[in-house]
């Protein structure tokens, strides 16, 4: 079972920056894929980044490339998402999720087995 504790949600204006934090067990396996999700009222949710627990190569939707960066640090057992230049349209609550292997896609809710209780993010 893997534990997900997220921080970090607020209010900032458009332009403004955040820092989420994904808080994880510590022996989560380095094999599992760690995402950030999130959901604005009345729209389905969606994937927004992911990485592996080991690091290595980070994937991003669209709409929030180049403004969005995931890392992770394994001595604190955290990931984390670095949200700059944010959009009114970047507010939603955000989730912190993660799976083991799959053959799903990383923006495919149902390769996530466990989930965080989420944070708000609003930009105005």
């Known amino acids: 079972h893997v534990q997900l504790v997220e921080s970090g949600g607020g209010s900032v204006q458009a332009g403004g920056s955040l820092r989420l934090s994904c808080a994880f067990d510590?022996?989560?396996?380095?094999?599992?894929?760690m995402a950030w999700f999130r959901q604005a009222p009345g729209m389905e949710r969606e994937g927004v980044a992911s990485?592996?627990?080991?690091?290595?190569?980070?994937v991003y939707t669209d709409s929030v490339k180049g403004r969005f960066s995931i890392s992770r640090d394994s001595a604190k057992n955290t990931v984390y998402l670095q949200m700059n230049s944010l959009k009114p349209e970047d507010t939603a609550m955000y989730y912190c999720a993660a799976g083991g292997p799959s053959t799903r896609s990383w923006v495919d809710m149902r390769r996530y087995n466990y989930w965080g209780q989420g944070t708000q993010v609003t930009v105005s």
């Open positions: 990485i592996y627990v080991r690091g290595g190569r980070t």
């Open positions: 510590a022996y989560t396996p380095a094999n599992v894929r």
